[in-house]
């Protein structure tokens, strides 16, 4: 099949007759009703996707003269895993892969990606060490800042909030943000106040991040992709992909594939995105890891859910320099306190042998990943 002026989709389907699950998805997600022709439809045959069908592998090229620069990532979505939810003959559609061919240039890619965030903060030859502020909710101001002052003194290059953290009347969003800011200057770390929310909240959020002097954004993927492109054109500052949530995007008989997921937050422009983790309470395969940080182009790989100091080595070891490694409960669960656990993560680099106090307090605690 020829590829050139196409978008190509690669689905995984299950159906009683893959073949007509191939034509039914191609007419039902360009022209229309794949059962019923119209008078019109000797004069669309342009508009129709060319599809094939080998085992349970679909492919589809939707002629590119479907999409404009100008309809975006939720629209593009939209015809990739649509109509095809409603086709009764088809039990299972998985997007498998996509290539986009010379539509990727309608999409922002990521203004700073991994290269140009190590160049803001100045970091050369190790990973990024991100911190998360715990408890999640509950915190005053002035106890948030508390807490985010420690991190930053400790060794933070990147601080985020929870992605549950919202605007309550505890710990507004204005204060909030204008309080760590003006705690945090001096400090070489970038500070990403939570800017989830709906629509024009989201954009009123950023802006105010911005202009308050926050280092970046994050929100999470309930928002929406279109939110994360939006950001990313608007404001320029280092954007942050949360994807909690996303097994309900990535799992399940219609789903889209990780690497898919991960080729589509490039795309949009994302600056850092939560890939997942190896050895924490979260454990994915190095494989499935690997696939998902490939997908993702420039995009700096972020590493948390049960990350500690014990896999600073194991993590460098299997993904190298250009990651980040993100944690929350190693930072604030260490004996000695916040500042000792993210020294804790910078000792680390050094390897474990005759470690010092903060990080032997960590090895005691959570081991030491081989």
Same mark, same amino acid.
């Given at each position: 099949?020829?590829?050139?002026?196409?978008?190509?989709?690669?689905?995984?389907?299950?159906?009683?007759?893959?073949?007509?699950?191939?034509?039914?998805?191609?007419?039902?997600?360009?022209?229309?009703?794949?059962?019923?022709?119209?008078?019109?439809?000797?004069?669309?045959?342009?508009?129709?996707?060319?599809?094939?069908?080998?085992?349970?592998?679909?492919?589809?090229?939707?002629?590119?003269?479907?999409?404009?620069?100008?309809?975006?990532?939720?629209?593009?979505?939209?015809?990739?895993?649509?109509?095809?939810?409603?086709?009764?003959?088809?039990?299972?559609?998985?997007?498998?892969?996509?290539?986009?061919?010379?539509?990727?240039?309608?999409?922002?890619?990521?203004?700073?990606?991994?290269?140009?965030?190590?160049?803001?903060?100045?970091?050369?030859?190790?990973?990024?060490?991100? &911190?998360?502020?715990?408890?999640?909710?509950?915190? *005053? +101001?002035?106890? /948030?800042? %508390?807490?985010?002052?420690? $991190?930053?003194?400790?060794?933070?290059?990147?601080?985020?909030?929870?992605?549950?953290?919202?605007?309550?009347?505890?710990?507004?969003?204005?204060?909030?943000?204008?309080?760590?800011?003006?705690?945090?200057?001096?400090?070489?770390?970038?500070?990403?106040?939570?800017?989830?929310?709906?629509?024009?909240?989201?954009?009123?959020?950023?802006?105010?991040?911005?202009?308050?002097?926050?280092?970046?954004?994050?929100?999470?993927?309930?928002?929406?992709?279109?939110?994360?492109?939006?950001?990313?054109?608007?404001?320029?500052?280092?954007?942050?992909?949360?994807?909690?949530?996303?097994?309900?995007?990535?799992?399940?008989?219609?789903?889209?594939?990780?690497?898919?997921?991960?080729?589509?937050?490039?795309?949009?422009?994302?600056?850092?995105?939560?890939? &997942?983790?190896?050895?924490?309470?979260?454990?994915? *395969? +190095?494989?499935? /890891?690997? %696939?998902?940080?490939?997908? $993702?182009?420039?995009?700096?790989?972020?590493?948390?859910?049960?990350?500690?100091?014990?896999?600073?080595?194991?993590?460098?070891?299997?993904?190298?320099?250009?990651?980040?490694?993100?944690?929350?409960?190693?930072?604030?669960?260490?004996?000695?306190?916040?500042?000792?656990?993210?020294?804790?993560?910078?000792?680390?680099?050094?390897?474990?042998?005759?470690?010092?106090?903060?990080?032997?307090?960590?090895?005691?605690?959570?081991?030491?990943?081989?």
């Amino acid at each position: 099949m020829a590829v050139a002026g196409h978008i190509k989709a690669t689905y995984y389907v299950e159906a009683t007759d893959t073949l007509q699950a191939a034509h039914d998805l191609a007419y039902g997600q360009s022209i229309g009703n794949p059962y019923i022709r119209t008078v019109y439809d000797s004069k669309l045959e342009k508009y129709i996707p060319e599809y094939k069908a080998e085992g349970r592998t679909v492919t589809i090229l939707f002629p590119r003269r479907n999409f404009s620069k100008r309809d975006g990532i939720n629209y593009l979505m939209s015809v990739l895993m649509g109509g095809q939810m409603d086709i009764g003959l088809i039990k299972a559609c998985i997007l498998a892969d996509l290539e986009l061919g010379t539509y990727e240039k309608s999409f922002p890619r990521p203004r700073f990606g991994v290269a140009g965030i190590k160049k803001l903060l100045g970091v050369q030859g190790r990973p990024l060490f991100g &911190g998360i502020v715990k408890p999640k909710i509950g915190l *005053s +101001v002035a106890q /948030l800042v %508390e807490v985010v002052k420690e $991190m930053a003194d400790g060794g933070c290059d990147f601080i985020k909030e929870d992605e549950i953290l919202g605007n309550p009347p505890l710990c507004p969003f204005k204060k909030r943000v204008e309080a760590v800011v003006k705690a945090i200057k001096g400090y070489k770390v970038l500070y990403a106040p939570c800017i989830t929310g709906d629509g024009s909240e989201i954009w009123k959020k950023a802006r105010m991040a911005k202009d308050l002097g926050a280092g970046a954004v994050h929100l999470n993927i309930w928002c929406g992709f279109g939110a994360y492109r939006e950001i990313r054109e608007r404001v320029d500052l280092p954007l942050f992909f949360q994807k909690s949530g996303d097994r309900l995007w990535t799992t399940g008989p219609f789903s889209i594939a990780p690497k898919v997921l991960y080729k589509i937050v490039n795309l949009i422009g994302c600056d850092f995105a939560h890939v &997942g983790m190896f050895g924490g309470y979260l454990s994915e *395969s +190095v494989g499935s /890891l690997r %696939e998902k940080i490939y997908s $993702m182009g420039v995009t700096t790989p972020s590493f948390s859910c049960g990350a500690h100091p014990g896999l600073v080595g194991k993590l460098r070891y299997l993904f190298g320099d250009d990651i980040m490694i993100t944690s929350g409960g190693a930072i604030h669960g260490h004996p000695l306190g916040i500042h000792a656990g993210v020294r804790a993560f910078h000792q680390a680099l050094k390897g474990y042998d005759n470690p010092p106090a903060e990080l032997k307090r960590a090895i005691e605690l959570w081991g030491v990943v081989k």
